[in-house]
């Protein structure tokens, strides 16, 4: 079985795959920036004007001139001039001379002449048209100036930004409605193996259905690729060539998932590389699961072969289609959603091979009365990673995970109550 | 100013909120697995069949009885007469006797009489149709039996999962391709501030546009929401009321963003108060950003008052209005998204006040060949993370952070060096 002649680490191999590609997609589409959440920005998005637009307030008080209320204490008060109230969403028709001030609300225009804003609680409304000032305030206290946010002309997105709701609240702020976004990455599915067939199918003895084109559809669709099928393939040279060279030529990149069979798993491999130079870039890979995987650049296209597993497919998919999309769509980096969890047992590993476990997150105590689950944290909760074992890589014990737990190629076993990182799916 | 006499600690408001909801949405809807993605069940769902629906192998190797293998070796091999070969996809049309075994490739059926696999790497043909075995085997050694994955009439998915790849996988896998999720939930959206202008318009001195209506959309659909926009309302008791009435009466739930003035703010209680019993439960929360938060439940349905600060209102999107969606859908506890990070500086807090920082999340050091961060990351990669300082309250702190750190109510600092979790955005 001289199947696999060198397995490379995933990092490498990944880092190999993504070194061959010609860089991130350039195609663009302008869309609404209320329709625009989870997706990637195509170019740089710049302030058409300063923000705040005016000078405001942060507080409710009395805009005054700070100079006015030096050395104003309790034991010894200022007293200021009211001459009137400022309105919201109006910039106010009168300015502040010295020894005079304004009742501002919230987010009120800081009127001419004034530089500073007392906060109510320290005034005291003394006679008629006057205001006791129990404390100072320094310029621009409790004052935001034009531009304190961000300056006409700034960048205030860069290209590569996913787009979440802080950033499209930004965006709105400045009235920015449009905005250019990478378009999606196309990514087509292949499946082979002559015992798959349609889910829809009941299935005869030795036949099981065609999971991959589902769950890794799924994957694309929430990494921000569009999925297209093509079906299942029978295991023939010809007619796997066809469907790919078909498939890459709709598509940003192709992923076909072999039969089991170690012959199967060959025969994508001889496809790949009769896609394009150079090819297959990776046949083998020292992980657990996902050692047949094989990964291939074809004539600037990724075409990335996955075991038949189910399992073993989708956890590949997360380790090397994820970054491939994420690379095509030119996306910034951004840290992986993680979980630091204590492992309940040993688990050991073959040194120099990294393992994939799924795991349950359980949480061994009582939770605290509002710190359910469904909301924040209570400080630091623990969780403990239970990995979920099988004699197999059964499609129900993925189902039933929280999160997959990396043993490091260097480690031959991770330790009962050690800490571990836990990348959650 | 007497605005909030009390104020409760999040945790705590957030559960007296969540006690008094009636209960999940009952409304399910019926609709493709392969569409499933991000809802959530509403029913459990039970397999059909077992799974595999056959004994099947796990390897490329030969079917044999295990008793055959007693004692073989490399030195002492045994000699089996090779019968056929199993198809796949079919069931073979052969049964092994004592002394007989068949070529059998992954995934395959495994043939009556049969009761485990040698792997191909222990194994060498002799002669024609003999093979020798190097390798004891046991008793269904690389053999997955029927139902090993699930068994006939078994829950497989419970009621309030989340669908995601594998669980869409799971369901494909037993031919299920409906399945039962709860219906979305509608979330009637309403701003108010006579200082507040629709995006589309410029601004004149004294006004901004409303922002809290889109960020405020975004989450809700990011949580397994619809959001719907009932406008910018002035400040007036009756408009307002008759707005929320009527958002009311077409959603789940209703937020109101309020004016940013003390008086807008009194004005949203007063219209909670108005609109059912118990009405007002929590106003004003020990919580930066967020103070003046108002949480009420009118007759069974939550309305929210947030504050109409855009950075505030959002992160109280994130701490109150998410965990109701979440136990409006029913939805299952799973674990939040965190990342662990060493604090860069000093971070003080008032003792008793639960404090929420937008930070970014960095990594100090070169990044490793392969471990580029659209990739996982290599072992346990540490980040820093540094808190964005800014005057007030400004949407693009929100928009250029990573995550956002929390400050329990019993800390007065958080020290540089110090490492804190992060959740992320």
């Given at each position: 079985?001289p199947?696999?002649?060198?397995?490379?680490?995933?990092?490498e191999?990944?880092?190999?795959?993504?070194?061959?590609?010609?860089?991130p997609?350039?195609?663009?589409?302008t869309i609404?920036?209320?329709?625009?959440l989870?997706?990637?920005?195509?170019?740089?998005?710049?302030?058409?004007?300063?923000l705040?637009?005016?000078?405001?307030?942060?507080?409710?008080?009395y805009?005054?001139?700070?100079?006015?209320?030096?050395?104003?204490s309790?034991?010894?008060?200022?007293y200021?001039?009211?001459?009137?109230?400022?309105p919201?969403?109006?910039?106010p028709?009168?300015?502040?001379?010295?020894?005079?001030c304004a009742l501002?609300?919230?987010?009120?225009?800081?009127?001419?002449?004034?530089?500073?804003v007392?906060?109510?609680?320290f005034?005291?409304?003394?006679?008629?048209?006057?205001?006791?000032?129990?404390?100072?305030?320094?310029?621009?206290?409790?004052?935001?100036?034009?531009g304190?946010?961000?300056?006409?002309?700034?960048?205030?997105?860069?290209k590569?930004?996913?787009m979440?709701?802080?950033?499209?609240?930004?965006?709105?702020a400045?009235?920015?409605?449009?905005?250019?976004?990478?378009?999606?990455?196309?990514?087509?599915?292949?499946?082979?193996?002559?015992?798959?067939?349609?889910?829809?199918?009941?299935t005869?003895?030795?036949?099981?259905?065609?999971?991959?084109?589902?769950?890794?559809?799924?994957?694309v669709?929430?990494s921000?690729?569009i999925?297209?099928?093509y079906g299942?393939?029978p295991d023939s040279?010809?007619?796997?060539?066809?469907?790919?060279?078909n498939?890459?030529?709709?598509?940003?990149?192709?992923?076909?998932?072999?039969?089991?069979?170690?012959?199967?798993?060959?025969?994508?491999a001889?496809?790949?590389?009769?896609?394009?130079?150079?090819g297959?870039?990776v046949?083998?890979?020292?992980?657990?699961?996902?050692?047949?995987?094989i990964l291939?650049?074809?004539?600037?296209q990724?075409?990335?072969g996955?075991?038949?597993?189910?399992?073993s497919a989708?956890?590949?998919?997360?380790?090397?289609v994820?970054?491939?999309i994420?690379?095509?769509?030119?996306?910034?980096p951004?840290?992986?959603?993680?979980?630091?969890?204590?492992?309940?047992?040993?688990l050991?590993s073959q040194?120099?091979?990294?393992?994939?476990w799924?795991?349950?997150?359980?949480?061994?105590?009582p939770?605290?009365?509002?710190?359910?689950?469904?909301?924040?944290?209570e400080?630091?909760?623990?969780?403990?990673?239970?990995?979920?074992?099988?004699?197999s890589?059964?499609?129900?014990?993925?189902a039933?995970?929280?999160?997959?737990?990396?043993?490091?190629?260097?480690?031959?076993?991770l330790?009962?109550?050690?800490?571990?990182?836990?990348?959650?799916?």
């Amino acid at each position: 079985m001289p199947e696999f002649l060198t397995l490379l680490p995933p990092d490498e191999a990944r880092a190999l795959l993504l070194s061959h590609l010609p860089g991130p997609i350039i195609d663009s589409e302008t869309i609404d920036v209320v329709s625009s959440l989870g997706r990637v920005l195509a170019e740089d998005v710049v302030a058409p004007h300063s923000l705040p637009e005016f000078q405001r307030t942060t507080v409710d008080g009395y805009a005054v001139r700070a100079s006015d209320t030096f050395g104003a204490s309790d034991s010894m008060p200022t007293y200021l001039k009211l001459i009137g109230e400022v309105p919201m969403g109006e910039a106010p028709a009168f300015e502040i001379a010295p020894g005079q001030c304004a009742l501002i609300h919230t987010g009120g225009v800081v009127p001419l002449g004034a530089d500073a804003v007392v906060m109510l609680e320290f005034t005291q409304s003394a006679q008629e048209n006057e205001i006791e000032i129990f404390r100072a305030v320094a310029g621009s206290e409790n004052v935001l100036g034009i531009g304190e946010d961000v300056i006409e002309g700034q960048i205030v997105q860069a290209k590569g930004s996913l787009m979440r709701p802080a950033e499209i609240g930004g965006l709105i702020a400045l009235g920015i409605l449009k905005v250019k976004v990478v378009r999606k990455i196309i990514v087509g599915l292949i499946s082979t193996g002559d015992e798959v067939v349609h889910p829809s199918k009941s299935t005869l003895p030795g036949q099981v259905r065609d999971v991959n084109s589902f769950t890794l559809a799924a994957l694309v669709e929430q990494s921000g690729g569009i999925a297209r099928a093509y079906g299942i393939v029978p295991d023939s040279f010809d007619v796997l060539t066809a469907s790919a060279v078909n498939a890459l030529s709709e598509c940003d990149m192709v992923l076909i998932t072999a039969g089991s069979s170690a012959s199967a798993r060959d025969l994508t491999a001889d496809v790949i590389r009769s896609l394009g130079e150079p090819g297959v870039l990776v046949h083998g890979i020292n992980i657990r699961p996902g050692k047949p995987t094989i990964l291939g650049v074809c004539n600037g296209q990724v075409v990335i072969g996955l075991p038949g597993n189910p399992v073993s497919a989708l956890i590949n998919g997360y380790l090397f289609v994820v970054p491939v999309i994420e690379t095509l769509l030119g996306m910034l980096p951004k840290p992986k959603a993680t979980l630091l969890a204590r492992l309940t047992v040993n688990l050991p590993s073959q040194a120099g091979r990294e393992d994939w476990w799924p795991v349950k997150l359980l949480r061994p105590e009582p939770i605290p009365a509002g710190a359910d689950s469904t909301s924040f944290p209570e400080g630091k909760v623990e969780y403990h990673a239970d990995p979920i074992f099988g004699k197999s890589n059964l499609i129900f014990t993925l189902a039933s995970a929280d999160g997959l737990l990396r043993i490091p190629p260097d480690a031959t076993v991770l330790s009962s109550g050690e800490m571990v990182e836990v990348i959650l799916l």
